[in-house]
T-cell receptor, first 113, second 116 residues
Framework: DGGITQSPKYLFRKEGQNVTLSCEQNLNHDAMYWYRQDPGQGLRLIYYSQIVNDFQKGDIAEGYSVSREKKESFPLTVTSAQKNPTAFYLC????????????FGPGTRLLVL | GDSVTQMEGPVTLSEEAFLTINCTYTATGYPSLFWYVQYPGEGLQLLLKATKADDKGSNKGFEATYRKETTSFHLEKGSVQVSDSAVYFCALSGAAGGTSYGKLTFGQGTILTVHP
């Protein structure tokens, strides 16, 4: 089955720790995205990548980093500089970076210990 | 920049009631418009979309019409079911040359609860 997978489903972070959220797609999509979802605020764009080895900051990139070494993978690292990381993180992909529909993964919930 | 405003929720309805969730937008040119649905603990699923003025998107009994003159994309369903209980997001992807081209800008979401 084609789709987007995110792991883990739940992730716990200790103070001062970096954690990495995985996102993999087998849809052969060029573009991939990371969003953060907080209650009552909709989704906000963290980073996006239009093609392998290229990515751009979204609206709330501070405290996060990404890489895009392979077409099918777009991991997100939440660094210790992100002071309020507790949220639901959603990865998405689309065939290209125009106005195509984006397809979402099941999400990772990050909690701070 | 581009923005999306949804009616405030939550919305609570009885089964078989008529549903309207309002969505208005601000954008340069002609954006593409989307409704996404999120069931508890899950990611978002595309419900319907429209890419040009006067287009009507429809799926699973839901409909929305792209109204350029009122910059709106209201979601409607004639008879809701308990299984429609979810969070609904209106979103736009901006026209080329705009600030949100190739990206989705979301409304804040509307929680819908349908009782038997």
């Amino acid at each position: 089955d084609g789709g987007i997978t995110q792991s883990p489903k739940y992730l716990f972070r200790k103070e001062g720790q970096n954690v990495t959220l995985s996102c993999e797609q087998n849809l052969n999509h060029d573009a991939m995205y990371w969003y953060r979802q907080d209650p009552g605020q909709g989704l906000r764009l963290i980073y996006y990548s239009q093609i392998v080895n290229d990515f751009q900051k979204g609206d709330i990139a501070e405290g996060y980093s990404v890489s895009r070494e392979k077409k099918e993978s777009f991991p997100l690292t939440v660094t210790s500089a992100q002071k309020n990381p507790t949220a639901f993180y959603l990865c998405a992909s689309s065939p290209d970076s125009s106005r195509e529909t984006q397809y979402f993964g099941p999400g990772t919930r990050l909690l701070v210990l | 920049g581009d923005s999306v405003t949804q009616m405030e929720g939550p919305v609570t309805l009885s089964e078989e009631a008529f549903l309207t969730i309002n969505c208005t937008y601000t954008a340069t040119g002609y954006p593409s418009l989307f409704w996404y649905v999120q069931y508890p603990g899950e990611g978002l699923q595309l419900l319907l979309k429209a890419t040009k003025a006067d287009d009507k998107g429809s799926n699973k009994g839901f409909e929305a019409t792209y109204r350029k003159e009122t910059t709106s994309f209201h979601l409607e369903k004639g008879s809701v079911q308990v299984s429609d209980s979810a969070v609904y997001f209106c979103a736009l992807s901006g026209a080329a040359g705009g600030t949100s081209y190739g990206k989705l800008t979301f409304g804040q979401g509307t929680i819908l609860t349908v009782h038997p």
